[in-house]
């Protein structure tokens, strides 16, 4: 397939690198205007991949989405009228509620989501290493989305395993749920992923899980709390020496993905008119650091 990665970064270099090995005809486009950009993983050889080539982009089958959430609008606007009505656009970032600002430009597209458990470190600006091997899961977003099931396969034998969730928003939810718990209170302790499965954070995350669960049912998907904790925990322990993407972007001072991770559920609270301190509580937080920058920068 021709595919274009928008968003190279840790993740988005990841699944081009693989895609690219698997046979795929592989472009980017990245913040950078420079034609090429290069990508070793780990020991691998490194790949001269074009960049914001509107060539490729015109003639791609399938357009996958990396960057950040809060980037998604911008990033995709200007290159919808490039694309050809026909080319699928799968989004596969941390967060929800992005697709949802975007339905009257997306309506008439081929449309799906996505999640991703695979972990992946960016240690300098063209070298990327695979941390934690995970798994790929990919759903329709739109009717014409559901006429894609071969796009998981296309991943499965590319960068396995990935498979076909015909209730996307299922796994979407469960993996709002793990970043719900860890992300920002790692980005506000200051620690690895690891810490937050010592015994004396469990409340506190139960807390969160449980308060997530009750916003997933008005989203009209069933989560088992007790079963999500020990999921969140188990994440912890086997990403332990991870520091978390939140925790990377605050320490780092870039903006981070709150809005759409406990942000997006805060504001399903809202509407709702149902109390969750907890996650109002770590949102407020990191909106505060967020904006400490400015102010102090
Ligand atoms: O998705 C993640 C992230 O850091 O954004 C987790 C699962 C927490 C792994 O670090």
């Known amino acids: 397939m021709n595919i274009t990665i928008l968003g190279p970064g840790a993740v988005g270099s990841l699944y081009a690198y693989k895609l690219h090995l698997a046979g795929h005809s592989i472009s980017l486009w990245g913040r950078t205007s420079s034609s090429k950009i290069e990508v070793t993983l780990d020991d691998g050889e490194s790949i001269a991949f074009n960049n914001q080539s509107l060539e490729d982009l015109e003639r791609c089958d399938l357009l996958v989405v990396t960057v950040k959430a809060w980037q998604v609008k911008s990033a995709l606007l200007p290159l919808l009228t490039h694309l050809h009505p026909d080319a699928i656009i799968l989004f596969l970032h941390n967060g929800m509620g992005t697709v949802d600002s975007l339905s009257e430009q997306l309506a008439h597209r081929p449309v799906l989501l996505g999640t991703s458990t695979h972990g992946a470190l960016k240690v300098n ?35 396995s395993p990935a498979q076909w969730h015909s209730i996307i928003q299922q796994a979407l939810w469960t993996k709002l749920v793990i970043n719900c718990a860890i992300n920002p209170l790692t980005a506000i302790l200051d620690c690895r992923n690891g810490q937050l499965a010592n015994h004396e954070y469990r409340e506190q995350l139960f807390s969160i899980v449980k308060e997530a669960v009750t916003c997933a049912r008005f989203d009209g998907v069933e989560l088992d709390a007790p079963v999500l904790l020990d999921t969140v925990v188990n994440v ?22 709150i809005d759409f991770i406990n942000g997006y559920v805060v504001n399903i609270a809202t509407k709702h008119h149902v109390d969750i301190p907890n996650n109002l509580s770590l949102y407020q937080k990191i909106k505060q650091i967020e904006a400490s920058w400015s102010q102090h920068d």
């Open 236 to 257: 912890a322990k086997s990403t332990a020496q991870n520091y978390s993407s939140m925790h990377q972007d605050i320490y780092n001072k870039r903006q981070s993905e």
């Open 125 to 159: 600006s063209s070298t990327v290493h695979h941390t934690g091997i995970g798994q790929t899961l990919i759903g329709a977003w739109n009717k014409k989305g559901q006429q894609c099931e071969f796009v998981a396969e296309v991943f499965d034998h590319g960068f």
